[in-house]
C-alpha cells in the first residue's frame, strides 16, 4: 500500500483558566440551587473562621484589663471564662455543621458533574463517524484513558473549587479585610507578602513541572512493563529471559527512584522557604502592632497582637496551599484539553442525507473510486464495481487488498476521497445514514458478541423482538438446538460460546434483523473445519433473496458466488463469474490454486475415494 503524508491536524491552541471555567461552567450551572447553598456557607464559614481571632483579641484586653483593676474579684474572672468557652465551642459546633454540609455539597457536585460529563461524551463520541475511533490518539487505550482521566481531573476540580479553594481564599479576603479595618499599617504589611509567596510559589511550580511529569512518564514505563510481561509470559519463560526482564524492570525503578527523591527535595526546600518567609510576615506584624501599642496607637491593645497574628494566619492559609492548587489546575487543564476535544469536535459527528425511501434493492455502483485512512494509507485505487442486487457478490484478494475497505465504505463508516458510490441509483451520502443501516446486516470476523445472555444478544438484532421471534432466528441460524442443550438454554452467557456458535448467534441476530442487504467479512475465518460446514448452511440459509457481498479466504463460500471481483493492492484487477475468472488466468487463479495447493485437495481427494 502508499502512503501519503499526512498535516498534522492536533490542536495548536492551549487551554488557559478562562477557557476551561467557560466549558466546564455549562456543567455545574444546573446546579444552582447546589451552588448557592455552597457558597453561603462557605462566606458564614469564612466568618467564623475569623472567630477566634476576635475572641482573643477581645479577651486578652478583658484580663488585661482584669488583673489591672485593684480589687481584682474571680467572678468577673470566670464570667469571662464561661463566655469565651461557650463562644468557642458554639462556634466550633457550628463550624463543623457548616463544614459537613459544605463538603457533602461540594462532593455531590462532583458526583453530579462527572456523571454529566460521562453521559454527555458517551453520547457524543456514539455520534462520530468510525473515521474518528481510527484516527491517531484515539485508539481504544488512549481514547479510553483521555476520557476517564478529563473526567476525573475535571469533577475534582470543581469539588475542590467548592470545599477548598473558595472558602480559603474567602476567608483571606476577609481576614486581609479585617486587619485593614483594624490598622492601616498592619493591613499593609500582610498584603505586602502575599506576592512574594505567589512569586515563590510560581517558581516552584515552574521548576517542579517537569520533574512531574518525568515521575508520570515513568509510571506509564511501570505499568506498561508489567502489562508486557503479563501478555508476553508464554514467551519469556521459554526463552529463559526472566532475569533480562528483571533487570529492565529494575532499571526504571530505579530511574523513578531517582525522579521522586529529587522532586521530593525540592518540594520540601520550597515549603521550608515558605515557611521561613511566612514566619518572617508573622514577627514583622508582632514587631508593627507591638510597637503601636507601645506608643499608644489609637485602637492598639495589647490584644491587637494575637488578633493580627491569627488573622495573618488565614491570610496564609490559602497561600500555603497555592502550589497544591496551581498542580491540580495544571492537571486539570491539560486532561480538560483532551476531554474538550472529544465534546468539540462537531466535525466528527457522522453526517447523513434525508433519503429513505420505502425499500431499497441493493443496486451498488462504485465508480472510480479512491479512498485513503486518515493514517495516510490509500486503501482503494480507482475501484470500479456493480454489486447487483439480490446476487452473491464476492471479494477476493490477499490480506490487505482493500476487500473489507469496500465493505467499509459501502456502509458508510467512511467516505471516498473521490468518484461515486450510488445504491439504487442515488448517491450514497444522500442517504439517511441510520435507515441505510437499518436495511444493511453485517456479520464479522469476530468482535460482535456483547456480555450478556444469548437471547439479549440475539435481540440486539431487533430489540422489539417477542422471545418466540428470537427462537425462530435462532433455529434459522443452526443454533438452537446447541442451545438448548445448555443447562441455563438461551440464558446462558454468550461470551462462553465457542467461536463458531458465538457466529451462528451473530447470523441469528441477523435473521432477526432481517436487512435486504447482507455484508458477510470473513465470517468464517478463525474456525475450524467443522464450525465452518455448521456455519456454511447458516449463511445459505440467510443469502436466499438478498444482495450479499462476501469477502472470504474459502473457496467454498467464493465458487458459490454468482459475480467474484478480485482486489490487488487497493485495485480490481479481474471480475465475473467465479468459473469464467478462473480459466482467465491471473490473480484469482493464483489464489484459488496456491489455496487447494495448502488445502492438498489432491491427497484429500484421494484419502475420501480409497475410504
Ligand atoms: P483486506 O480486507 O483486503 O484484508 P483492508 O481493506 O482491511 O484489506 O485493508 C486495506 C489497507 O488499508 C491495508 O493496507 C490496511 O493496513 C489499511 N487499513 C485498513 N483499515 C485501516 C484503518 N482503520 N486505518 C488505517 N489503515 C487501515
Avoid at 441510520?434 to 456479520?443: A, D, K, T
Amino acid at each position: 500500500m502508499e502512503t501519503k503524508k499526512t498535516t498534522e491536524t492536533t490542536p495548536t491552541s492551549k487551554m488557559n483558566i478562562l477557557d476551561l471555567l467557560k466549558n466546564i461552567l455549562p456543567f455545574v450551572l444546573p446546579y444552582k440551587w447546589l451552588i448557592a447553598a455552597t457558597v453561603t456557607l462557605t462566606f458564614i464559614g469564612s466568618l467564623m473562621a475569623q472567630v477566634n481571632a476576635v475572641v482573643l483579641d477581645k479577651t486578652v484586653d478583658a484580663i488585661n484589663a482584669l488583673i489591672q483593676t485593684p480589687n481584682f474579684a474571680w467572678d468577673k474572672a470566670t464570667q469571662i471564662l464561661i463566655t469565651i468557652s461557650i463562644i468557642l465551642l458554639g462556634k466550633e459546633v457550628l463550624s463543623m455543621v457548616i463544614t459537613f454540609f459544605q463538603r457533602y455539597f461540594g462532593e455531590k457536585m462532583r458526583i453530579l458533574v462527572s456523571r454529566d460529563l460521562a453521559v454527555k461524551v458517551i453520547d457524543r463520541m456514539l455520534s462520530f463517524r468510525m473515521a474518528f475511533f481510527s484516527s491517531e490518539g484515539n485508539e481504544t487505550g488512549k481514547l479510553q484513558s483521555r476520557i476517564d482521566r478529563g473526567i476525573m481531573s475535571l469533577s475534582s476540580t470543581v469539588n475542590n473549587f467548592f470545599i477548598e479553594i473558595l472558602p480559603l481564599f474567602t476567608s483571606a479576603i476577609l481576614a486581609l479585610a479585617l486587619m485593614f479595618m483594624a490598622n492601616v499599617y498592619v493591613g499593609l504589611v500582610a498584603l505586602c507578602i502575599v506576592p512574594i509567596y505567589f512569586y515563590v510559589t510560581y517558581v516552584q511550580a515552574k521548576r517542579m513541572k517537569g520533574g512531574r511529569r518525568s515521575i508520570f512518564g515513568s509510571h506509564q514505563a511501570v505499568s506498561q512493563g508489567i502489562l508486557n510481561i503479563i501478555e508476553s509470559i508464554t514467551v519469556i519463560k521459554s526463552f529463559n529471559r526472566e532475569v533480562i526482564e528483571s533487570k529492565r524492570q529494575e532499571a526504571i525503578q530505579q530511574q523513578m527512584t531517582d525522579q521522586q527523591l529529587n522532586i521530593r527535595k525540592q518540594s520540601y526546600m520550597f515549603n521550608g522557604l515558605k515557611s521561613f518567609l511566612e514566619q518572617i510576615g508573622t514577627v514583622l506584624i508582632i514587631i508593627l502592632t507591638a510597637y503601636l501599642v507601645l506608643i499608644d496607637y489609637p485602637g492598639m491593645t495589647i490584644g491587637k497582637i494575637m488578633y493580627h497574628v491569627m488573622l495573618f494566619s488565614n491570610v496564609s492559609a490559602p497561600i500555603r496551599q497555592l502550589h497544591r492548587i496551581y498542580d491540580d489546575m495544571n492537571d486539570a487543564l491539560i486532561y480538560a484539553e483532551g476531554f474538550f476535544g472529544i465534546l468539540h469536535a462537531d466535525h466528527e459527528v457522522e453526517d447523513s442525507g434525508k433519503h429513505h425511501p420505502q425499500s431499497v434493492k441493493g443496486d451498488f455502483v462504485l465508480q472510480g473510486v479512491d479512498f485513503t485512512y486518515s493514517n495516510g494509507t490509500q486503501a482503494l485505487f480507482g475501484v470500479d464495481m456493480h454489486i447487483e442486487p439480490g446476487k452473491i457478490t464476492a471479494l477476493v484478494g490477499l490480506s490487505g487488498a482493500g476487500k473489507s475497505t469496500v465493505v467499509n465504505l459501502l456502509d458508510k463508516f467512511y467516505h471516498p476521497d473521490t468518484g461515486s458510490i450510488k445504491l439504487d441509483g442515488v448517491d450514497l451520502s444522500d442517504w439517511d445514514t441510520q435507515w441505510l443501516r437499518e436495511h444493511i446486516g453485517l456479520v464479522l470476523q469476530k468482535n460482535h458478541i456483547f456480555s450478556g445472555s444469548i437471547e439479549e444478544n440475539i435481540k440486539y438484532g431487533n430489540p422489539e423482538a417477542t422471545h418466540e421471534e428470537v427462537m425462530e432466528a435462532a433455529k434459522q441460524a443452526y443454533i438452537y438446538d446447541q442451545v438448548m442443550q445448555l443447562p441455563d438454554g438461551f440464558e446462558t452467557s454468550a461470551l462462553q460460546l465457542s467461536g463458531g456458535q458465538q457466529q451462528r448467534v451473530a447470523i441469528a441476530r441477523m435473521f432477526l434483523k432481517n436487512p435486504p442487504i447482507i455484508f458477510l467479512d470473513e465470517p468464517t475465518a478463525s474456525l475450524d473445519a467443522i464450525a465452518t460446514e455448521q456455519i456454511k448452511a447458516s449463511i445459505d440459509a440467510i443469502k436466499a433473496g438478498r444482495t450479499v457481498i462476501i469477502i472470504s479466504h474459502n473457496i467454498g463460500q467464493i465458487i458459490d458466488a454468482d459475480t467474484i471481483y478480485v482486489l490487488q493492492q487497493g485495485r480490481v484487477v479481474q471480475s465475473g463469474k467465479p468459473d469464467e475468472v478462473y480459466r482467465q488466468g491471473g490473480a484469482y487463479k493464483e489464489i484459488l490454486d496456491a489455496s487447494a495447493r495448502s488445502m492438498n485437495v489432491d491427497k484429500i481427494a484421494s484419502v475420501m475415494e480409497e475410504a
